[in-house]
């Protein structure tokens, strides 16, 4: 059951949340130790350890404290390794090993033993539990199997601890309830132990009546993370996956745009104010980096532009999850169509390009995974080539279409469309072959084929003909095209 974090008002003063502060500063210290610790235990005896003694680890924690922070460390990572796990059985799957090689592969991997080599023997049983296979485990099965894990963990860096929420349990935050008749602006008390050995802290917190409602088990942790000064504090539920899903709509697809940030093929456009934002960090930032750099100073380096920076992340990261979300909630649908790569704008520099191919792109496949996983939403990466420059109406694919970066218009069949939208229109056709290693040419040869076999569309009509007869797409194309304008007039 998937855990989630509730956040709940709070009316800590100034002092308090100073105390939490640095109780949070050295909490990530310490997790960062352990982490280093862990890591250690793990490539030496197999395994993470959550009760290791950690006692000889400096911190200005209590060991309490620590061994809070230990639990939560070693659940970070046991969901990372729990991750390569299946990353490892893609790489194995695909890979031209034998069968029986990849049956011992997946059973070390299943129980996590590349480093511990716990396992002699990989045994493959029936429904009802008679024996069809037993295979000895070697020595060059653990070696093959640690090369593998090793790749995943270098595609995947290991979590960091440097900016983690604390969670913690009753050991060191109590949560408790008002008192009645005392100080009624609140509902909770949370009694924080602190750096200091005897004097817990109390943080009066707000009842949530959103938290409240939710079906699931309240788990006694609190969640405690600094922002912008402040502190937040949120209380965790476990809920049950959301079954009782019923999709509205059979199948939505989105384009990511270029003047909106998402175009759904219905025609409604999401994030219109996107873009222009960004230009507006980019400018600042853009303008700051060659300020300083004129001053032979590393921007990466100051204060202003990591700011800067970490806000323009915010902002986008906030952005498409609010307008996922929004999309979602209008539709609900069943299916969820959407291209693979391509967040390219002309207007914005080629670092906040990057910037948006990576960690946007990050974003959106996160929050569709999570659409997958809570609603059972199914999600479709389509090849994106020439969506932009062909007719979602009669598929005639020209440059010439795309009158300008908001505009469609059809030269043959004279459809008339925003141009972001009628490319969600053709990611939507794709689903059925979403094309997604073929190179743009192959994409193109498809698009024309499909379009010349349909033969209505030109055969009959001089003009069309003409059309096509200046467009460079279907130049292997022209010489009959030619002979059969000639046999007809
Ligand atoms: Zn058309």
Known sequence: MPIRAYKHKHNANKNKVETVRRILKDYRK??????????????KEGSFNKNYKINHIPSKLSERYKQTCQYQVVSVLNSYTSNRQKDFIKTVYRSSLDEDTKFILFVINKSKAWFNEKLTTAVLKDDKGKVIKELPIEKHHYKLSRKIIKQTFKKNRFPSFKHISMQLDQKVAKVEKRKEDKAKEFDWWIKLSTLEKGKPIYLPVYKNSYFEGKEGIHLNFVQINEKEGNIEIAFLKEVPKETSYLPKTNKISIDIGLKALFAVNTGDLYGKQFYKQLKYYDKIITKLQADLQRQGINPKGTKRYKELNRKLKEYIKNEINRLLNRIFKTYQPKEIVIEDINFQNSDLSPQLNRLLNRFGMKII????????????????????????????????????????????????????????????????????????????????RMLVRAYLRDDKHYACNSRAREVILGNRYFICFHEPLKITSKEKS
């Open 30 to 43: 310490t997790a960062e130790k352990i982490s280093k610790l862990q890591w250690y235990l793990f490539f």
């Open 365 to 444: 496949k996160q929050k569709l995974a999570d659409f997958e996983e809570r609603y059972g939403i199914k999600i479709i990466k389509v090849n994106p080539a020439y969506t932009s420059q062909t007719c979602s109406n009669c598929g005639y694919v020209d440059k010439r279409n795309r009158k300008s970066q908001e505009k469609f218009e059809c030269l043959i069949c004279g459809k008339k469309i925003n141009a972001d939208v009628n490319a969600s229109r053709n990611i939507g056709v794709r689903s059925s072959n979403p094309m997604k290693s073929q190179s743009r040419r192959s994409v193109l």
